[in-house]
C-alpha cells in the first residue's frame, strides 16, 4: 500500500518568509496529491492540490511542485502570516482521490 | 447550511460501552469517509463507502461497523469501546465519478473513554 512520509514535523518562521514541506510517496501509481491545512480545533481543508501530469501550480502565495520520477512533492509558501499557523498535511491517492494516505503533518509556526 | 455534518462534536463514555457517530453530507457526493486523527494528529483512513457500498476497509478492529442507510449518511459504530479508541474521528465525502477529487471533512467528533 501507499507510505507517505512528509517533514518537517515542525517548523518555525519569521512573518514574511517562505516555508516548504516535502513529502516523499512510494506508490508509482499515485496520481492524486492534496494538501491540507489545519488550524487548531478545527477540521483539515483543502489549500491546493496538483495531479501527475502537471509539475507545478500556483494559487497567490502557495505553490506545489511534483517530481514524479523521485517520488517526491512540496508545498511552497512565500510571504508567511501569523494566520498560516497550522498544521499542515500532504496526501496521495489513486486518480478517483477516494484512498487517501496522508503524511504525518507538519506544525508551521510563523512569527510575528 | 453545514456541507458535511457530524453528531455529536464530544464524547464521553466508560471502557466497554457501545456508542455511535453520526455523518451527514449535503454536497450530492457518492463517497463518505471516516478518518481517525490520534492524539499525535496522524490521520488514518478506517472506511470507505461508496454508493452505499464499502470499497475499503482498513485494518480496523471489527467492533468498529460502519452503517450507510443512504448516500448522504455514513455512521460510525463502536462496540465494547477501549481506552485507545479515544482520538478525533472525522467524517469526510467527496465525488469520485470524475477526477479533481476534494475531501470535504467534517468538524469532527472529539471521543474520549474513560
Known amino acids: 500500500g501507499e507510505n507517505v512520509e512528509q517533514h518537517p514535523s515542525t517548523l518555525s518562521v519569521q512573518e514574511g518568509d517562505s516555508a516548504v514541506i516535502k513529502c516523499t510517496y512510494s506508490d508509482s501509481a499515485s496520481n492524486y496529491f492534496p494538501w491540507y491545512k489545519q488550524e487548531l480545533g478545527k477540521r483539515p481543508q483543502l489549500i491546493i492540490d496538483?495531479?501527475?501530469?502537471?509539475g507545478e501550480k500556483k494559487d497567490q502565495r502557495i505553490a506545489v511542485t511534483l517530481n514524479k520520477t523521485a517520488k517526491h512533492f512540496s508545498l511552497h509558501i512565500t510571504e508567511t502570516q501569523p494566520e498560516d499557523s497550522a498544521v499542515y498535511f500532504c496526501?496521495?491517492?489513486?486518480?478517483?482521490?477516494?484512498?487517501?494516505?496522508f503524511g504525518a503533518g507538519t506544525r508551521l509556526t510563523v512569527k510575528p | 447550511d453545514t456541507a458535511v455534518s457530524q453528531t455529536p462534536k464530544y464524547l464521553v463514555t466508560q471502557m466497554g460501552n457501545d456508542k455511535s457517530i453520526k455523518c451527514e453530507q449535503n454536497?450530492?457526493?457518492?463517497?463518505m469517509y471516516w478518518y481517525k486523527q490520534d492524539s499525535k494528529k496522524f490521520l488514518k483512513i478506517m472506511f470507505s463507502y461508496n454508493n452505499k457500498e464499502l470499497i475499503i476497509n482498513e485494518t480496523v478492529p471489527n467492533r468498529f461497523s460502519p452503517k450507510s442507510p443512504d448516500k448522504a449518511h455514513l455512521n460510525l459504530h463502536i462496540n465494547s469501546l477501549e481506552l485507545g479508541d479515544s482520538a478525533v474521528y472525522f467524517c469526510?465525502?467527496?465525488?469520485?465519478?470524475?477526477?479533481?477529487?476534494?475531501?470535504?471533512f467534517g468538524p469532527g467528533t472529539r471521543l474520549t473513554v474513560l
Open positions: 496538483i495531479r501527475s501530469n502537471v
Open positions: 454536497l450530492g457526493h457518492d463517497t
Open positions: 469526510a465525502s467527496s465525488q469520485v465519478r470524475a477526477p479533481g477529487n476534494e475531501q470535504f
Open positions: 496526501a496521495a491517492s489513486n486518480y478517483w482521490g477516494n484512498d487517501m494516505r
